[in-house]
Protein backbone atom coordinates (compact mmCIF):
# COMPACT_ATOMS: atom_id res chain seq x y z
CA UNK A 1 0.00 0.00 0.00
CA UNK A 2 2.24 2.97 -1.08
CA UNK A 3 -0.04 5.52 -1.28
CA UNK A 4 2.50 8.10 -0.65
CA UNK A 5 5.41 7.73 -3.16
CA UNK A 6 9.00 9.02 -3.53
CA UNK A 7 10.56 8.03 -6.13
CA UNK A 8 14.11 9.07 -6.29
CA UNK A 9 16.01 7.40 -3.48
CA UNK A 10 19.05 9.77 -3.41
CA UNK A 11 19.80 13.16 -4.88
CA UNK A 12 23.27 14.76 -5.13
CA UNK A 13 22.81 18.60 -5.77
CA UNK A 14 26.07 20.98 -5.73
CA UNK A 15 26.40 23.46 -2.79
CA UNK A 16 24.42 27.04 -3.97
CA UNK A 17 22.05 24.94 -6.45
CA UNK A 18 18.17 24.06 -5.90
CA UNK A 19 16.88 21.05 -4.47
CA UNK A 20 13.99 19.64 -5.59
CA UNK A 21 12.76 16.73 -4.10
CA UNK A 22 9.14 14.87 -5.43
CA UNK A 23 6.43 13.21 -3.34
CA UNK A 24 3.42 11.58 -5.43
CA UNK A 25 0.32 10.52 -3.80
CA UNK A 26 -2.92 8.40 -4.83
CA UNK A 27 -5.33 8.67 -1.76
CA UNK A 28 -7.42 12.10 -3.02
CA UNK A 29 -8.63 12.05 1.03
CA UNK A 30 -5.00 13.44 2.17
CA UNK A 31 -5.48 17.34 3.15
CA UNK A 32 -2.33 17.84 4.46
CA UNK A 33 1.07 17.87 3.63
CA UNK A 34 4.55 17.70 5.62
CA UNK A 35 8.25 17.28 4.77
CA UNK A 36 10.36 15.61 7.63
CA UNK A 37 13.91 16.11 7.51
CA UNK A 38 16.03 12.96 9.24
CA UNK A 39 19.40 13.10 10.28
CA UNK A 40 20.72 9.29 10.79
CA UNK A 41 20.75 8.32 15.05
CA UNK A 42 17.57 10.89 14.91
CA UNK A 43 14.29 11.17 15.31
CA UNK A 44 12.21 13.12 11.80
CA UNK A 45 12.28 17.00 12.13
CA UNK A 46 8.99 18.91 10.86
CA UNK A 47 10.61 21.22 8.20
CA UNK A 48 7.23 22.93 6.57
CA UNK A 49 4.14 21.58 5.35
CA UNK A 50 1.18 22.41 3.45
CA UNK A 51 -2.66 22.68 3.33
CA UNK A 52 -4.63 21.24 0.63
CA UNK A 53 -6.10 24.36 -0.14
CA UNK A 54 -2.68 25.97 -1.08
CA UNK A 55 -0.51 25.11 -3.99
CA UNK A 56 2.28 27.00 -2.28
CA UNK A 57 4.16 27.88 1.29
CA UNK A 58 7.19 29.63 1.67
CA UNK A 59 9.79 29.41 4.64
CA UNK A 60 13.27 30.90 4.58
CA UNK A 61 15.00 28.71 2.02
CA UNK A 62 12.24 26.06 1.69
CA UNK A 63 9.62 26.33 -0.38
CA UNK A 64 6.99 23.35 -0.83
CA UNK A 65 4.44 23.37 -3.81
CA UNK A 66 1.46 21.37 -4.09
CA UNK A 67 -0.17 20.17 -7.56
CA UNK A 68 -3.57 18.41 -6.17
CA UNK A 69 -4.76 17.61 -9.90
CA UNK A 70 -1.69 15.80 -10.49
CA UNK A 71 -1.26 14.25 -6.74
CA UNK A 72 2.12 15.67 -6.92
CA UNK A 73 4.24 17.93 -4.62
CA UNK A 74 7.61 19.06 -4.09
CA UNK A 75 10.21 20.41 -1.94
CA UNK A 76 12.50 23.80 -3.49
CA UNK A 77 15.44 24.18 -0.87
CA UNK A 78 17.55 27.02 -2.21
CA UNK A 79 19.85 27.53 -1.86
CA UNK A 80 21.18 24.45 -0.90
CA UNK A 81 23.34 23.97 2.03
CA UNK A 82 25.75 20.98 3.34
CA UNK A 83 23.71 20.76 6.40
CA UNK A 84 20.72 19.93 4.35
CA UNK A 85 22.20 16.66 3.61
CA UNK A 86 19.84 14.12 5.19
CA UNK A 87 16.99 12.04 4.47
CA UNK A 88 13.90 13.62 3.22
CA UNK A 89 10.58 11.93 4.13
CA UNK A 90 7.08 13.71 2.46
CA UNK A 91 4.28 12.64 4.88
CA UNK A 92 0.78 13.35 3.98
CA UNK A 93 -2.87 13.17 6.65
CA UNK A 94 -6.52 12.44 5.70
CA UNK A 95 -8.73 14.81 6.89
CA UNK A 96 -10.32 13.93 10.18
CA UNK A 97 -7.44 11.22 10.82
CA UNK A 98 -4.61 10.78 13.10
CA UNK A 99 -1.83 9.09 11.26
CA UNK A 100 0.84 10.71 9.24
CA UNK A 101 1.47 7.96 5.98
CA UNK A 102 5.12 8.22 5.01
CA UNK A 103 7.12 8.19 1.73
CA UNK A 104 9.93 5.77 1.26
CA UNK A 105 12.36 9.04 1.75
CA UNK A 106 15.21 11.04 -0.68
CA UNK A 107 18.42 10.63 0.68
CA UNK A 108 20.04 14.22 -0.31
CA UNK A 109 23.52 14.89 -0.57
CA UNK A 110 24.99 18.78 -0.64
CA UNK A 111 28.55 18.49 -2.26
CA UNK A 112 30.85 21.46 -1.57
CA UNK B 1 13.30 24.56 22.68
CA UNK B 2 10.77 22.03 23.95
CA UNK B 3 11.62 18.51 22.75
CA UNK B 4 10.04 14.81 23.34
CA UNK B 5 12.33 12.62 24.51
CA UNK B 6 12.79 8.85 24.21
CA UNK B 7 14.72 6.25 26.67
CA UNK B 8 16.55 4.27 25.92
CA UNK B 9 18.11 4.87 23.43
CA UNK B 10 18.63 0.93 22.78
CA UNK B 11 17.24 -1.52 23.92
CA UNK B 12 18.19 -5.27 23.72
CA UNK B 13 15.92 -7.93 24.13
CA UNK B 14 15.53 -11.43 24.00
CA UNK B 15 12.78 -12.84 21.68
CA UNK B 16 9.10 -13.45 24.02
CA UNK B 17 9.86 -10.70 26.41
CA UNK B 18 8.39 -8.12 27.57
CA UNK B 19 9.54 -4.32 26.39
CA UNK B 20 8.73 -0.98 27.89
CA UNK B 21 9.79 2.27 25.22
CA UNK B 22 8.99 5.11 27.33
CA UNK B 23 8.78 9.04 25.85
CA UNK B 24 8.22 11.97 28.00
CA UNK B 25 5.98 14.12 25.12
CA UNK B 26 6.49 17.89 25.13
CA UNK B 27 4.50 19.46 27.98
CA UNK B 28 1.69 21.45 26.45
CA UNK B 29 1.10 18.56 23.57
CA UNK B 30 -2.34 16.72 24.15
CA UNK B 31 -1.53 14.15 20.96
CA UNK B 32 1.19 11.60 21.24
CA UNK B 33 1.97 8.79 18.86
CA UNK B 34 4.28 5.74 18.35
CA UNK B 35 5.73 5.12 14.86
CA UNK B 36 8.10 2.52 13.93
CA UNK B 37 10.72 1.82 11.17
CA UNK B 38 12.07 -1.38 10.01
CA UNK B 39 15.66 -1.00 9.12
CA UNK B 40 15.39 0.29 5.46
CA UNK B 41 11.30 0.51 5.19
CA UNK B 42 9.15 3.44 5.69
CA UNK B 43 8.42 5.49 9.01
CA UNK B 44 5.15 3.61 9.73
CA UNK B 45 2.18 5.12 12.43
CA UNK B 46 1.27 2.42 15.02
CA UNK B 47 -1.31 4.35 17.44
CA UNK B 48 -2.24 7.69 18.64
CA UNK B 49 -3.13 8.60 22.11
CA UNK B 50 -5.47 12.00 22.90
CA UNK B 51 -8.05 12.13 26.16
CA UNK B 52 -6.25 9.13 27.88
CA UNK B 53 -7.35 6.65 25.22
CA UNK B 54 -6.39 5.60 22.22
CA UNK B 55 -7.88 7.57 19.18
CA UNK B 56 -6.49 5.73 16.26
CA UNK B 57 -4.55 2.86 15.58
CA UNK B 58 -2.73 0.72 12.83
CA UNK B 59 -2.96 -3.42 12.04
CA UNK B 60 0.28 -3.66 13.14
CA UNK B 61 -0.90 -2.37 16.50
CA UNK B 62 -2.27 -5.82 17.89
CA UNK B 63 -2.77 -7.19 20.50
CA UNK B 64 1.05 -7.67 21.42
CA UNK B 65 0.78 -3.94 21.59
CA UNK B 66 0.02 -1.60 24.77
CA UNK B 67 0.35 2.35 25.48
CA UNK B 68 -0.31 4.05 28.25
CA UNK B 69 0.12 7.23 30.12
CA UNK B 70 0.83 6.60 33.72
CA UNK B 71 1.29 9.76 34.69
CA UNK B 72 1.04 13.92 33.41
CA UNK B 73 4.43 12.94 31.94
CA UNK B 74 5.55 10.27 30.58
CA UNK B 75 4.10 7.91 27.85
CA UNK B 76 4.90 4.33 26.69
CA UNK B 77 4.73 1.98 24.38
CA UNK B 78 4.98 -1.96 25.72
CA UNK B 79 5.38 -5.25 23.71
CA UNK B 80 4.40 -7.91 25.41
CA UNK B 81 5.92 -10.82 23.67
CA UNK B 82 8.31 -9.71 21.37
CA UNK B 83 9.03 -10.97 17.97
CA UNK B 84 12.53 -10.92 15.81
CA UNK B 85 10.31 -8.94 13.91
CA UNK B 86 9.99 -6.10 16.13
CA UNK B 87 13.21 -4.67 15.65
CA UNK B 88 13.28 -1.39 14.74
CA UNK B 89 13.40 2.08 15.47
CA UNK B 90 10.64 3.63 17.49
CA UNK B 91 10.01 6.79 17.44
CA UNK B 92 7.26 8.12 19.96
CA UNK B 93 5.80 12.16 18.54
CA UNK B 94 3.69 15.06 20.32
CA UNK B 95 1.58 17.31 18.61
CA UNK B 96 -1.13 20.43 19.93
CA UNK B 97 -4.43 19.88 19.70
CA UNK B 98 -5.19 22.40 17.47
CA UNK B 99 -1.51 21.82 15.74
CA UNK B 100 -1.08 19.74 12.66
CA UNK B 101 2.64 18.86 12.82
CA UNK B 102 3.99 16.19 15.05
CA UNK B 103 7.45 16.48 16.49
CA UNK B 104 9.61 13.52 17.15
CA UNK B 105 11.82 12.12 19.35
CA UNK B 106 14.85 10.66 18.69
CA UNK B 107 13.98 6.72 18.97
CA UNK B 108 14.86 4.05 20.41
CA UNK B 109 16.94 0.81 18.69
CA UNK B 110 15.18 -2.31 19.22
CA UNK B 111 16.65 -4.96 18.60
CA UNK B 112 15.05 -8.66 19.30
CA UNK B 113 17.29 -11.69 19.62
Known amino acids: DQQVKQNSPSLSVQEGRISILNCDYTNSMFDYFLWYKKYPAEGPTFLIS?????DKNEDGRFTVFLNKSAKHLSLHIVPSQPGDSAVYFC???????????FGQGTRLTINP | EPEVTQTPSHQVTQMGQEVILRCVPI?????FYWYRQILGQKVEFLVSFYNNEISEKSEIFDDQFSVERPDGSNFTLKIRSTKLEDSAMYFCASRLLMGTEAFFGQGTRLTVV
Open chain 1, 50 to 54: ISSIK
Open chain 1, 91 to 101: AAREEGAQKLV
Open chain 2, 27 to 31: SNHLY
